[in-house]
């Protein structure tokens, strides 16, 4: 079964830099937008920036002019670049993405961000 997997989480300090990769771990075709989403324990799991395969891309308020969200056609890879990380940042980031009609989930990448 065909899932994303996420990569590149890790504690940061406040100020830093991360890069989250997001990955099929097969093939999958025609892949669509392809979105990130943060979920911090017991709140609601909210978007965070979104990428048309045509490039288009869209961010949350809270993020925007510090992270960059970018994708890799040919092997239907996103990442998102975060920079000028800040405490409020820290949550377990995830990718969805869609292909042929189906819905695609990462289980997730810790991101713990110190003050």
């Known amino acids: 079964q065909v899932q994303l997997v996420e990569s590149g989480g890790g504690l940061v300090q406040a100020g830093g830099s991360l890069r989250l990769s997001c990955a099929p771990s097969g093939s999958i075709f025609s892949v669509g937008t392809m979105v990130w989403y943060r979920q911090v324990s017991g709140q609601q799991r909210d978007l965070v920036a979104t990428?048309?395969?045509?490039?288009?891309?869209n961010y949350a308020a809270a993020v925007k002019g510090r992270f960059t969200i970018s994708r890799d056609n040919a092997n239907n890879t996103m990442y998102l670049q975060m920079n000028s990380l800040k405490p409020e940042d820290t949550a377990v980031y995830y990718c969805?993405?869609?292909?042929?009609?189906?819905?695609?989930w990462g289980r997730g990448t810790q991101v713990p961000v110190s003050s």
């Open positions: 990428i048309t395969s045509g490039g288009s891309t």
């Open positions: 969805k993405t869609n292909s042929a009609g189906r819905m695609y």
